[in-house]
């Protein structure tokens, strides 16, 4: 059996290929996973200090949102706006991914009494 010349090299392109096509694919199962967990992150984060902000409320606006940016800072987040409304407390955060070059996560949570 003789083997053709214009064959020779042919497995190691292939492999090469397929080499490539793994590692994108894998780099992008990591940043799109690192991204859902930047957004339930804060999404948790969004519900505490909104939580916190609510219980807060009873010392005026300004400790409320201070209570709010306190428990994100501790998180590792950011208050992007917190607006009180009689006795409800609306507050948006966001997150920055561990990976670089992704959007910040944003999330908004409410608290306040439950309506009857």
């Known amino acids: ?21 793994l ?10 996973g690192s991204a859902v967990s930047a957004r339930h992150r804060a999404q948790s984060v969004a519900d505490l200090a909104a ?27 950011t208050v992007d706006s917190c607006d009180v409304v009689a006795w409800d407390v609306t507050v948006e955060v966001s997150v920055v991914p561990a990976l670089p070059l992704s959007a910040p996560a944003r999330a908004i949570a409410r608290a306040g009494p439950v309506d009857e």
């Open 51 to 77: 939580i916190a902000a609510a219980v807060s409320l009873d010392r005026g606006e300004a400790v409320a949102c201070g209570a709010a940016r306190t428990v994100a800072r501790r998180s590792a987040a």
């Open 1 to 21: 059996m003789t083997s053709r010349a214009n064959d020779e090299g042919v497995a190691t392109v292939v492999g090469a290929f397929a080499i490539v096509v």
């Open 23 to 32: 590692v994108a694919a894998t780099a992008g199962v990591v940043h799109v």
